[in-house]
């Protein structure tokens, strides 16, 4: 719009016939090269609609909206500015060329020599022009370089200055509830001895509120004796000079010693992480035999410990835990006139507790439901689980022992999948003086790919794309490099596209292939 403007001003200057006519006629003089502008501009916006992955949904809306409201700026110029331009300057008004007009001023004359004095003796001599370019691809391949030379920090989202983060306590598979609960409140404690932090919150066997960590790390599927979170608050960011990344850096260092006097692994999760990813750094393990992923797994995993810069380094899968079966001898059970049923419904009662009936008041809406379970002495051990007795139908006790056969096995892990596929995921922060996932995997590659396997071959680690079949072991990077790999490739390839748009455009207008390059 001003560009239709500043060219019906310049036609009012002028002073040529009728001002009506004079609006249109510089309506329409411009109305060309305004349309190609409108159009190249949504040109280089449009594309990014269609980048794909997490990041898609949060583009999206830029492109879409920015498009449309170049559409609607181009009709306002159109139609509604030359009215408004003719309503506000009236019908004889403006200046014309001798009723005191005024030139340009004395700074915009000094940038118009300053810019003619750089720009003419490169449009006149082809060798100074040719220099010139060089020292741009010079300049480019300088910035390119400094990913390379680590000078530069390659991540997706910049960490954002919060008033919070979590810390995540993993004691290990069997722990009791109170053992998690007094590693929680020594960490805690060690927290809240710096000044930045206002006070803590402790959830054992529980997991916190669900927040964005919640939501995309799972931590709101946390359950058990073995697990808590503790949410650390500090004082607002306009009340403190260190940033909440630097100051959970220093939580973490703080809280490592007293996390291996527990024997517990904790996290430092900032809120929010940064993109929604199961971790910053994820490796996935695939393969042939559920045990040697295990295996190289753990190898992996400790490549990761011995890295530099690579902190809070864990993996999803549960130790091995004892399991104990209750084998019902069903002929002495028949004989003695029990169900195995009731020996369920008995161990059930005096291991977890099991209702035994309704209890029905007088002004209560709904029943409350009474609870049968053995004192937590009757429950210590197998030998007190061994010595409960279950009535007979003629009324005698008989001993639990008498009827089943106790078997310790090892109850079965978890198994995950991706894709259908079996995976063990290793994960991990970044943090120290480059803080860059990219960084990272450049540092553990090699490492990696030199770990001994019996099979006679090297681990195949794949950057992109999941692996095509479980034959040989394979080892995924995944995490934060994912997602940025996926934004910036589309983003490559939405780049490309806007070239050849405007290129598309502008031989349209110049009628000449040669001109736009």
């Known amino acids: 719009a001003i560009v239709v403007v500043e060219n019906i001003h310049r036609h009012f200057q002028m002073g040529k016939g009728d001002r009506k006519i004079a609006a249109v006629f510089a309506t329409d003089e411009v109305g060309n090269p305004t349309i190609l502008a ?9 594309p990014l609609a269609f980048v794909g992955g997490l990041m898609g949904p949060y583009m999206r809306p830029i492109p879409v909206n920015a498009s449309w409201a170049m559409l609607f700026s181009l009709v306002v110029a159109f139609v509604v500015t030359p009215w408004v331009t003719l309503r506000v300057m009236g019908r004889n008004g403006g200046h014309g060329p001798d009723d005191g007009g005024h030139g340009p001023s004395k700074s915009d004359l000094r940038i118009t020599r300053m810019y003619t004095a750089i720009m003419k003796p490169l449009i006149g001599d082809s060798r100074r022009r040719n220099l010139a370019l060089f020292g741009v691809v010079l300049l480019l391949g300088a910035s390119v370089s400094l990913m390379f030379l680590r000078a530069v920090r390659v991540k997706m989202l910049p960490y954002d200055n919060k008033s919070e983060f979590q810390v995540i306590v993993d004691m290990p598979e069997g722990t009791t509830l109170e053992s998690t609960a007094a590693a929680a409140k020594a960490l805690a404690a060690a927290v809240r001895t710096m000044p930045e932090v206002t006070d803590t919150q402790i959830y054992v066997g529980t997991s916190g509120p669900i927040n964005f960590n919640g939501l995309v790390r799972h931590y709101f599927m946390r359950q058990g004796a073995n697990v808590a979170d503790i949410q650390v608050n500090l ?31 904790i996290k430092v999760a900032e809120v929010p992480p940064g993109p929604p990813v199961l971790s910053t750094m994820v490796a996935e393990i695939y393969g042939p035999d559920p045990q040697r992923q295990l295996e190289v797994a753990q190898q992996v995993r400790a490549v990761f410990e011995a890295t530099p810069g690579i902190v809070d380094v864990d993996w999803i899968v549960e130790a091995p ?37 309704l209890l029905h008041t007088e002004h209560g ?10 004192d937590r002495a009757g429950r210590a051990g197998l030998a007190q689980l061994e010595g409960v007795s279950l009535p007979s139908p003629e009324g005698r006790m008989v001993p639990l022992a008498s009827l089943v056969t106790i078997q310790e096995t090892v109850e079965t892990a978890s198994i995950y999948h991706k894709n259908l596929r079996r995976v063990v995921y290793v994960t991990a922060e970044v943090a120290g003086a480059t803080e860059s996932p990219i960084y ?78």
């Open 321 to 357: 835990q004892p399991k104990v079966i209750f084998a019902v001898d069903r002929e002495k059970a028949a004989v003695a006139g029990i169900s195995p049923e009731m020996i369920a419904f008995e161990l059930r009662m005096a291991g977890a507790g099991a209702e035994a009936g």
């Open 38 to 46: 409108t159009f190249t501009v949504i040109a280089s916006l449009l």
């Open 365 to 374: 809406r709904t029943p409350v439901p009474i609870m049968l379970r053995t």
């Open 235 to 265: 004082v607002g960011k306009h009340d403190r000079k260190t940033q909440s990344h630097d100051l959970s850096k220093q939580v973490r260092d703080l809280l490592v010693p007293i996390a291996k006097q527990h024997d517990a692994n």
């Open 440 to 517: 990272g995997i450049l540092d553990m590659k090699q490492k990696i790919a030199a770990l001994p396997l019996p099979e006679g071959y090297a681990i195949e680690q794949l950057y992109s794309a999941m692996p095509t079949s479980e034959d040989r072991l394979v080892m995924k990077w995944d995490g934060e490099w994912q997602i940025t790999y996926e934004v910036f490739r589309d983003m490559g390839i939405a780049f490309g596209v806007v070239m050849l748009l405007v290129y598309v455009l502008v031989v349209a207008w110049f009628k000449s292939f040669l001109t736009p390059l």
